[in-house]
């Protein structure tokens, strides 16, 4: 136990000095209790003493950049087992559609079609990281409710990150008593650890030029700027127009070129996509160009919440995204409700280049 706990600490100490980061004393603190956690799951391990109970569940909340899934996805690399998994928010949705959608709503043996589908994202795994979790609408409420009742009841150690605490979950007025019950749930069996420091360091210059290719991209005012000093990102020939399969459909490209996939905001964000979409583009493509992007004010609030869900997709799966067209967030009155989390598009969108910024 206390030599994980140690291997750990030593793992987290060279994690960031690689990378030249000085940990927020909030960071430090959910840190430590990482190690804490790697140790109780070696003494549950090895391999398991089923008399042990597994080790408390955690939850790791703050505001937006204050390097949650850094942590989390540190803690996960660095522990000594494949009985483990790592899920963005997004992708375990998608799996609990599609399994659910497989095995049909009807039970057998009291075993319904989201404990099955959690059995086989799980498999015989102890430890689930589940990032960047969330609740807005009733439908996503019911399931994340059923969710944390299968999970919590399995000996499975959950690890996930918010931007809310547990209170906040659904924050939606009309929908947040429906979800009081779960909030109650998590609070009970989960450790709370709150990373609110002040500092977002999605927006410390040195992030901007960090090694992300993420932080590769730009957003680029028009096509001419896209043309400057970026290799592979010559103007669409008509020609080059491609259909791409993506989930379970095709969409419009303007063009495929290898690793680069170049789409009209339209196509993307005003047709009837979603994320199971641009999870299936960030598998295939590296990078990511989306052009004729208006301001986000001006377009329909289903296109705005794609365009959010799409940069959080590119983002958590680390693609070059390239943005041509208005500032997106400009003219987007401050607090406004016009987006869901705008300060998480927003500290995304600062890692790109703006195309008034030189390299
Ligand atoms: N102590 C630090 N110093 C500098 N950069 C850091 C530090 N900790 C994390 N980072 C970097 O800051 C960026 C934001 O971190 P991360 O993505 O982990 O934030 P987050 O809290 O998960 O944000 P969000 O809530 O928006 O998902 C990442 O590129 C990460 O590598
Ligand atoms: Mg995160």
Redesign the pocket.
């Known amino acids: 136990m206390r030599e994980q706990y140690d291997s750990m600490r030593r793992h987290f100490r060279q994690a960031?000095e690689q990378?030249?980061?000085?940990?927020?004393p909030e960071?430090e603190r959910a840190a430590e209790r990482l190690c804490l956690l790697a140790g109780e799951l070696s003494a549950t391990s090895g391999l398991f003493r089923r008399s042990r109970p597994s080790p408390r569940n955690l939850y790791v909340w703050?505001?937006?950049?204050?390097?949650?899934?850094?942590?989390?996805?540190t803690f996960f690399v660095g522990l000594p087992t494949t009985r483990k998994r790592r899920l963005h928010f997004h992708d375990f949705f998608r799996a609990l559609h599609d399994g659910v959608a497989h095995e049909g709503r009807s039970r057998e043996g009291g075993h319904s079609a989201v404990d099955r589908a959690v059995d086989e994202l799980l498999g015989d795994c102890r430890l689930l990281v589940f990032?960047?979790f969330h609740a807005h609408d009733a439908g996503d409420a019911m399931l994340v409710a059923r969710l944390f009742h299968t999970l919590l009841d399995r000996s499975v150690t959950l690890v996930t990150?918010?931007?809310h605490p547990p209170s906040g979950l659904m924050p939606n007025p009309i929908h947040h008593h429906l979800f009081e019950p779960t909030i109650q749930r998590i609070e009970e069996r989960m450790d709370v650890l709150d990373?609110s420091g002040p500092?977002?360091?999605?927006r410390?210059p040195?992030?901007a030029r960090?090694s992300?290719r993420f932080?590769e991209g730009a957003c680029l005012t028009d096509r001419t700027d896209a043309l400057l000093g970026e290799p592979g990102l010559s103007a669409p020939r008509p020609d080059e127009a491609a259909l791409v399969p993506v989930h379970r459909r095709e969409l419009r490209a303007k063009s495929v070129r290898a690793d680069l996939v170049w789409i009209g905001f339209d196509e993307l964000c005003e047709g009837i996509t979603a994320v199971p979409d641009y999870l299936a583009l960030a598998e295939r493509f590296g990078t990511l160009v989306l052009d004729d992007v208006p301001p986000l004010a001006e377009c329909t609030a289903d296109g705005r919440q794609r365009f959010a869900n799409l940069v959080d997709v590119c983002?958590d799966r680390d693609i070059r995204l390239f943005l041509i067209g208005a500032d997106p967030l400009a003219g987007l009155p401050e607090g406004s409700d016009l987006l869901r989390d705008p300060?998480?598009t927003a500290?995304?969108l600062a890692?790109l280049r703006r195309a008034d910024v030189a390299r």
């Open positions: 960031a990378r030249g980061f000085t940990l927020a960071q703050g505001p937006v950049g204050r390097g949650k899934s850094w942590l989390v996805d990032d960047e990150t918010s931007n990373v500092t977002d360091f999605r410390l040195a992030q960090g992300r932080a983002c300060d998480r500290s995304r890692m």
